[in-house]
């Protein structure tokens, strides 16, 4: 019985280093991401977190910008988004 209460606790912590580590990295959107043709890293979006931009208001409009052709860098984007413009309306423009 005394061997069976660090396992528990080990497995609660897990558990919660688990939960607070994707619920800080977008892997859905990266996987969404990944299988519609567009490039960009786990680390990328874990940087867009730390730069305080939502990942999916660059990501999803580069989804569509890739699916009509056009080539967009990730750092434009974010830098647009940064600066206080709509990347959606840009993407859906271009």
Do not use: C, Q
Request: net charge positive; glycine share 10%.
């Amino acid at each position: 019985m005394e061997a069976l209460i660090p396992i528990i606790i080990i497995g609660v912590a897990v558990l919660i280093f688990l939960t607070l580590l994707f619920s800080f990295v977008p892997v859905g959107l990266w996987i969404t991401a990944y299988f519609s043709g567009v490039k960009i890293g786990l680390f990328t979006l874990v940087g867009m977190r730390l730069r305080k931009v939502i990942p999916s208001r660059i990501v999803r409009p580069m989804i569509k910008a890739t699916k009509g052709g056009i080539h967009i860098d990730v750092d434009k984007l974010e830098a647009h988004y940064l600066a206080g413009g709509n990347v959606n309306t840009v993407v859906d423009a271009l």
